[in-house]
């Protein structure tokens, strides 16, 4: 069989993906005619709504911005050959020490709390893959197995901050609730009244300073040969355990990150509602989509982004659960990875 | 106050028990799914989708064995949507499962609010308990003869799946596949059918999971009611070393764990009401604490999540 020009692959590729997302939307749409609604306003709102409504470009913007830092971390670890499942934990880990720094370092000037609060935050995420990535390291422990019990670890230890060490002291019956942060520490809009906040800049930074380490160094050769063929990397010489450390641990500091953006950013409070997002496991997703390219990656988090919102608005207007968007995502990531499926075998064919 | 002794073990041991078939279940499945070498982490989204599918029809119909039926057939039918895709199109198993995951997280979700958007359910239908007239036996009657036959079921098929995978050529066949599919291959072994086959037994021990679940558990559905229980599954049987009887050992001990802080917390009432979700870790740090120990020793099936690709 003859060989597809670059071009033709690239649109090909874009084909196979519009195609799978198009799957996925049928799906919300099939749901939409059982729950009785209309299908025209549902698709409307699952387009349109995002730029329309008040709110919806900010809230496209902080899921960029959390789904970008995440996948980044996720598609590093992956191009070492790591599954990092748990950037849901970790996110939680993230939100969790923006707190627990606002509530036991008050004694600091503002400003330095305030970088204490988004440090925290990544050496959040950062510990709870140290787990993991220790127990991998030095005891060969499945990476996969260990990120996924440390989310269901997080919830529950989540949960006890949340009633306890940082909770808010004023809510009544003990509702678990944390303080709401006052503006001297959130996360400022660039523009005033435009609310689109200083981190979609600093994670679109730190995205393109990790293409420039991670695609145009010799360390994307040393993170993929340890990825593919561990033999080779040992016969070349190239430390396993270090090449491992270091993604995993940039990925659970960026996934803390992410939590970082998202409370001092938009949400400004934690409950127990910011728990069960599920984001984490989107990111992953969106790290697939994104081929763990750095760049690749930013414009998967912005789709999904767009999407994830336009789907939440359209099950809000049409009447159905928002969790739709989980069932849409997942038909998506089953048509998206088959499409990379596809264009791969024509091109080795 | 005092608590007497004989109420804290039967409160405890009854705990471990009525846990301990969904873990068993979903462990024998994805143990003779991983032997092949077909990793399912969509397990918990299958199972939420028979949960949600036993409770619709035990409601609508009210036979409980109905209601099991159809989630078993739930449960196969997204199990050979999972292995087209992960044994004929070779996609990635761990991001394959995770779709999975998210598609039965949300449809089941959604599922259940088209059926009853008010949340008025009529009421559920159980399982009859096998020895129903022995119950009220002291500790014995309380702890073992109130269960019904899924519980039973689970313990048979421990022994069924220890003695399929080493004692039938049909087992020899399943470890061979994921052992190494090319030798299998070779000696005329069809590598695709076996790993079918054996990807959708694991889904069906999803399915009676999940079915388990419904009926013994939550007295209805809600979002993610699973709460990530079914991956932990995962972690048992890595544990064990991919092995039916250390399974049964892990499971039964981190319900013990699960139970013990259970009881714990119930005793103890609201002077620990604050710490309770940092005991309710307890298990879960349980089975990390063991990883050094046992994850040393374990080796998983040499082919697990490599798709095999003929000539």
Request: overall charge positive.
């Amino acid at each position: 069989m003859h060989q597809d020009t670059q071009g033709l692959r690239w649109l090909r590729a874009t084909a196979y993906n519009a195609f799978a997302v198009g799957l996925g939307i049928l799906a919300g749409l099939l749901v939409v005619v059982f729950a009785g609604g209309n299908i025209g306003v549902a698709l409307s709102s699952l387009f349109l709504n995002p730029i329309r409504l008040a709110g919806g470009v900010q809230q496209i913007f902080v899921l960029f911005v959390m789904f970008y830092s995440m996948a980044l971390g996720i598609g590093l670890a992956l191009k070492a050959g790591l599954w990092n499942i748990g950037a849901q934990g970790q996110l939680l880990a993230g939100m969790v020490m923006v707190f627990v720094a606002y509530t036991y370092m008050a004694f600091l000037p503002a400003p330095l709390l305030y970088a204490a609060m988004i440090l925290g935050a990544a050496i959040g995420g950062l510990l709870w893959i140290a787990v993991p990535t220790i127990l991998r390291v030095k005891f060969g422990a499945n990476e996969i197995v260990v990120t996924i019990l440390l989310n269901v670890v997080a919830f529950n230890f989540g949960f006890y901050m949340l009633s306890g060490p940082i909770k808010s002291p004023g809510t009544a019956l003990g509702f678990p609730i944390t303080k709401v942060l006052p503006s001297t520490f959130q996360i400022p809009n660039i523009v005033g009244g435009v609310p689109i906040t200083y981190a979609v800049p600093a994670t679109i930074a730190i995205g393109v300073i990790l293409y420039f380490l991670v695609e145009r160094t010799p360390f994307r050769v040393r993170a993929n040969t340890v990825g593919e063929s561990p033999e080779t990397a040992r016969y070349a010489g190239i430390s396993i355990p270090r090449v491992m450390t270091i993604t995993m641990l940039t990925a659970g500091a960026l996934a803390g990150l992410a939590g970082a953006t998202y409370i001092m950013g938009y949400r400004y409070e934690l409950d127990i509602g910011s728990f069960s997002s599920n984001y984490g496991l989107v990111a992953i997703i969106v790290a697939l989509v994104g081929r763990k390219h750095m760049l690749g990656i930013g414009i998967a988090a912005f789709f999904f982004a767009y999407i994830t919102i336009g789907a939440q608005s359209m099950a809000v207007t049409v009447g159905v659960p928002y969790y739709v968007e989980f069932a849409m995502e997942g038909i998506m990531m089953v048509g998206i990875l088959s499409g990379a499926y596809l264009t791969e075998r024509r091109r080795t064919a | 106050m005092t608590v007497a002794l004989s109420d804290v073990v039967t409160a405890v041991l009854s705990t471990t028990l009525q846990l301990s078939p969904f873990y068993l279940f979903a462990g024998m499945g994805e143990i003779v799914s991983e032997k092949s070498g077909v990793a399912n982490l969509g397990l918990e989204g299958i199972m939420l989708m028979s949960l949600v599918t036993t409770f619709i029809v035990d409601y609508e119909t009210g036979d409980p064995w109905v209601a099991l039926f159809a989630a078993l057939a739930m449960a196969g039918i997204i199990g050979a949507v999972f292995a087209f895709f992960a044994i004929r199109v070779r996609l990635d198993q761990i991001a394959l499962g995770l779709a999975i995951y998210l598609f039965g997280l949300g449809f089941s979700f959604v599922v259940w609010n088209i059926a009853y958007p008010s949340g008025l359910t009529p009421g559920y239908i159980s399982l009859p308990p096998i020895f129903s007239d022995w119950g009220s036996v002291p500790i014995i009657g309380t702890i073992f003869l109130k269960q019904d036959i899924m519980a039973y079921l689970s313990i048979v098929l421990v022994v069924l799946t220890a003695l399929f995978l080493s004692r039938t050529s049909l087992g020899l066949r399943v470890r061979a596949v994921g052992e190494n599919p090319k030798a299998a291959d070779n000696m005329g072994v069809n590598v695709a059918k076996v790993r079918f086959l054996a990807t959708l037994f694991g889904a069906f021990m999803f399915g009676f999971a999940g079915s388990y679940f419904a009926g013994n558990f939550v007295p209805n559905f809600q979002t993610d009611i699973i709460a990530g229980r079914g991956f932990i599954v995962l972690a048992m049987i890595y544990f064990a070393n991919w092995k039916p009887y250390p399974t049964l050992f892990a499971a039964l001990s981190f319900n013990l764990v699960y139970a013990l802080q259970n009881e714990y917390i119930s005793i103890a009432g609201s002077t620990v009401a604050s710490v309770s979700t940092l005991f309710n870790m307890l298990p879960y740090v349980f089975l990390l604490a063991l990883i050094p120990v046992f994850g040393r020793k374990a080796r998983a099936p040499k082919f697990l999540l490599k798709p095999y690709r003929k000539g």
